[in-house]
């Protein structure tokens, strides 16, 4: 890894998935109360209602949950200050961890497609890789988007969506059996309206946040033209100490001046000239093949979290969130250029980013260029491969550096077949699990199994070698 060189009310409509999806079948709901000890889970009651308490969630179903995913849902809120949408949370929980440290947050934009992408969010191979190497959770949440209806109403967190993000950690913290869920520092995500989220986070709860990552949206601190009215905040001190990454499209007004997008740009220099004018730390990263959708931003995010986690996070349970070190940073410009370091640097400091690293300055450097990151390392071998009637199954963790873009099958010593048959990815590159607009996999999700129409007379017979959206190949 080159980068590290250098609701108010009780809500009774709750749903705690903990085995099986709760599917909601025409006419019915259930709403299912679980309670985990060390051993054991015990349901606590089962009510049918009718179909009307769900409302329309049945166009929001996604994988199936069973561990180490968890998952609550809650209703729309009839409270003045409670979330106008029905939300669900779907955790992933790192197989072998005994303490959570933090937890990842991957946070969709405004829209009904937009939302139904965050439905796979939690089961992402290549997010979960960055949550497994800190021993993080991985956090998708789902608002039940409304044609209407305002996205303000969840992306402003004020109007009820931090209120019910705090209550899902602390009930999946319970169900999972890591109640530390609830108080764990957050690493944000966030995508359009989810950029302007996990802002507005960042300035409400500065001492909660390890890093925030903005795509495409930022924390609102002056009206836009032509916009619907929002609430602005400013950049306060305490979230100065936040890493932030401000990320978007050069389609979003930098070099498209015109259109839907094209005041993302001038919404995020503003904002970034006022973080670095207070001396924070932040820096700009446009992509220059994109305009809004996510794109290869993830080759760029990944290694940009896994400083600033490893950097950040506390080295035990309740501790504070550590400093960064200002001056083993680099600076860059806010659009292209070359990174120079805090110490080397002569000029206007608030016209330039801040990174942790040199090595994310050459990372920042190739991303802005053409977004073709080099990673020189391969991906780990798949495990626990299970052979039966004719098929051939595993499992695999992505590379954190490039991800995960499919697997070769040797039977014999010989390739046989390359998984996925089709690979292709209208977003960047192309991943196993796929890649939706929003940075989310495509449903449904790909398995990880062969059917062998020649098959061999036992596992020992074959071989399945992971390979990197570079390329590379594991090793045996």
Not at 199 to 204: E, R
Not at 245 to 270: C, D, I
Request: net charge negative; glycine share 10%; charged share 25%.
């Amino acid at each position: 890894m080159s980068w590290l060189l250098d609701g108010a009310e009780t809500r009774r409509d709750r749903i705690l998935s903990a085995h099986a999806p709760q599917r909601r079948a025409s006419g019915t709901c259930r709403f299912v109360f679980l309670e985990k000890s060390k051993s054991m889970r015990r349901l606590l009651f089962l009510i049918p209602l009718l179909a009307s308490c769900l409302g329309h969630a049945e166009d929001y179903i996604g994988p199936e949950v069973e561990p180490p995913y968890y998952q609550v849902r809650y209703e729309a809120s009839k409270a003045e200050d409670g979330l106008k949408f029905a939300v669900q949370y779907t955790v992933w929980i790192p197989e072998v961890v005994e303490n959570l440290r933090g937890v990842i947050v991957h946070q969709h934009g405004c829209g009904t497609g937009s939302a139904k992408s965050g439905l796979t969010g939690a089961f992402d191979l290549h997010w979960q890789a960055l949550a497994r190497e800190h021993d993080c959770a991985l956090l998708s949440p789902v608002y039940e988007y409304e044609e209407g209806k305002s996205c303000r109403l969840w992306c402003d967190p004020e109007q009820g969506s931090a209120q019910a993000f705090q209550e899902g950690l602390r009930d999946l913290g319970k169900l999972s059996g890591h109640p530390e869920l609830e108080k764990v520092p957050w690493a944000l995500w966030g995508h359009s309206g989810g950029g302007v989220w996990v802002g507005i986070m960042t300035a409400l709860y500065p001492e909660r946040v390890a890093a925030t990552w903005m795509r495409s949206g930022v924390l609102p601190i002056e009206q836009r033209p032509n916009r619907e009215p929002v609430t602005l905040h400013e950049v306060n001190e305490l979230m100065l100490s936040v890493p932030m990454m401000v990320n978007l499209g050069t389609g979003e007004g930098v070099t498209v001046k015109e259109g839907r997008f094209s005041g993302v740009w001038p919404a995020a220099k503003k904002f970034m000239e006022n973080v670095r004018e207070k001396n924070g730390l932040g820096a700009i990263s446009i992509d220059p093949l994109t305009d809004h959708q996510c794109g290869n931003q993830r080759y760029l995010a990944m290694p940009w979290f896994d400083v600033c986690l490893e950097a950040r996070l506390p080295k035990s349970v309740g501790a504070p969130l550590r400093v960064m070190d200002r001056d083993a940073g680099v600076l860059v410009p806010f659009h292209k250029g070359k990174a120079i370091s805090v110490s080397e640097f002569e000029g206007d400091a608030t016209q330039m980013g801040w990174l942790p690293t040199p090595g994310l300055g050459e990372a920042w450097e190739t991303y802005v260029e053409d977004t073709s990151i080099a990673d020189a390392t391969p991906p780990p071998a798949p495990f626990d491969l299970q052979f039966a009637d004719g098929k051939l199954s595993w499992k695999a963790h992505a590379d954190l550096e490039s991800g995960l873009a499919g697997f070769v099958i040797k039977r014999a010593g010989k390739v046989i077949a390359e998984l996925p048959e089709e690979n292709r990815n209208p977003f960047g590159r192309p991943l196993f699990q796929g890649l939706q607009y929003s940075d989310t996999p495509k449903p449904p999700l790909e398995k990880m199994e062969f059917i062998d129409p020649n098959p061999a007379k036992s596992v020992e017979g074959y071989e399945v070698i992971s390979k990197n959206t570079l390329g590379l190949l594991s090793s045996k």
